[in-house]
């Protein structure tokens, strides 16, 4: 079935430690997002990739860096930088440009700190 | 893109319809009003869009005002399943960003 997988579903980080979240989509989307969501409120925007090896910053990336290497993924590292990481973090894909069309999302991936 | 304004909670009997509103009256003439729901600690799940005509799908209904102001989301036989936070999202296409706002908190009641 098509979709997009995050991994892990949960995450804990030490003090000081960098994590990478896992986002692997087989839609053959051009987009892919990653949206932070914390208790009660809604879904805030970290960086997306519009085509591979080009990404942009959404309105929340400071302590965040991601990469897109190939089309399918876009992985998600939460730096040491960001002091306060505990959150749902959701990752999803649409096909850029396109009126009409509708983003698609994983499950999400539960980080905690240690 | 357009914001939203949305009521934060609401209930609904089981069985019953559920009307959920959403009032965008600052949406452009080429933006789309989509419909998601969450449920806690899942992936947003996508429900319905339309442009300017009601559509509707086997999920829900969408009815939009003639001057594209106003929307509702309407679940027709509301089950407990339905519970969940419902977002409501105006958009041009998807070069633009689809802002989430906190949404309305449906709670169906047996």
């Known amino acids: 079935d098509g979709g997009i997988t995050q991994s892990p579903k949960y995450l804990f980080r030490k003090e000081g430690q960098n994590v990478t979240l896992s986002c692997e989509q087989n839609l053959n989307h051009d987009a892919m997002y990653w949206y932070r969501q914390d208790p009660g409120q809604g879904l805030r925007l970290i960086y997306y990739s519009q085509i591979v090896n080009d990404f942009q910053k959404g309105d929340i990336a400071e302590g965040y860096s991601v990469s897109r290497e190939k089309k399918e993924s876009f992985p998600l590292t939460v730096t040491s930088a960001q002091k306060n990481p505990t959150a749902f973090y959701l990752c999803a894909s649409t096909r850029w440009g396109a009126a009409n069309e509708k983003l698609f999302f994983g499950s999400g991936t539960q980080l905690s700190v240690l | 893109d357009a914001k939203t304004t949305q009521p934060p909670s609401m209930d609904c009997a089981e069985g019953r319809a559920a009307n959920l509103p959403c009032n965008h009256s600052?949406?452009?003439?080429?933006?789309?009003v989509y419909w998601y729901r969450q449920i806690h600690s899942q992936g947003p799940q996508y429900i319905i869009h339309g442009l300017k005509n009601n559509e509707t799908n086997e999920m829900a209904s969408l009815i939009i005002t003639e001057d594209r102001k106003s929307s509702t989301l309407i679940l027709p036989h509301a089950t407990l399943r339905d519970t969940a936070v419902y977002y409501c999202i105006v958009t041009l296409n998807t070069g633009n960003q689809f802002y989430f706002g906190t949404g309305t908190s449906l709670t169906v009641i047996p």
């Open positions: 600052t949406i452009s003439g080429n933006e789309y």
